[in-house]
């Protein structure tokens, strides 16, 4: 299995933008569909946005659809999260994560934290308001 390594959270004002990363040593990242999740204190793992191996097919939740981007740097073997218009209620945790399947869970359309493995151990958002 991948093992993927978040960074980039940090204190931010509401309206504001972070840019999340998440990255591994291991080469196979580039075959597997990856995703963000996000956990918030007290409430389960809620998905944010997921891609397919090649960037072709890309998958968001509706909260965050024309706020939030998803991508990914195969050469860099690094998988990004660009956050717009930040929101004080999506403070959380937020981890990437890689499909159980090559990105079979990507073009399928999963959204549950149950069809992601190999899960990075989170960086923190915090949106102030």
């Known amino acids: 299995q991948v093992t993927l390594v978040e960074s980039g959270g940090g204190l931010v004002q509401a309206g504001g933008s972070l840019r999340l990363s998440c990255g591994t040593s291991?080469?196979?990242?580039?075959?597997?569909?990856l995703g963000w999740f996000r956990q918030a204190p007290g409430k389960e793992r809620e998905f944010v946005a997921s891609?397919?191996?090649?960037?072709?097919?890309?998958n968001y939740a509706d909260s965050v659809k024309d706020r939030f981007a998803i991508s990914r740097d195969n050469t860099k073997i690094t998988l990004f999260l660009q956050m717009n218009s930040l929101k004080p209620e999506e403070t959380a945790v937020y981890y990437c994560?890689?499909?159980?399947?090559?990105?079979?869970?990507?073009?399928?359309?999963?959204?549950?934290?149950?069809?992601?493995?190999?899960w990075g151990q989170g960086t923190q958002v915090t949106v102030s308001s």
């Open positions: 994560a890689a499909c159980r399947v090559f990105s079979t869970c990507v073009l399928t359309g999963r959204t549950s934290a149950a069809d992601f493995g190999s």
């Open positions: 291991d080469r196979a990242f580039i075959h597997y569909g």
């Open positions: 891609i397919s191996w090649n960037g072709g097919i890309t």
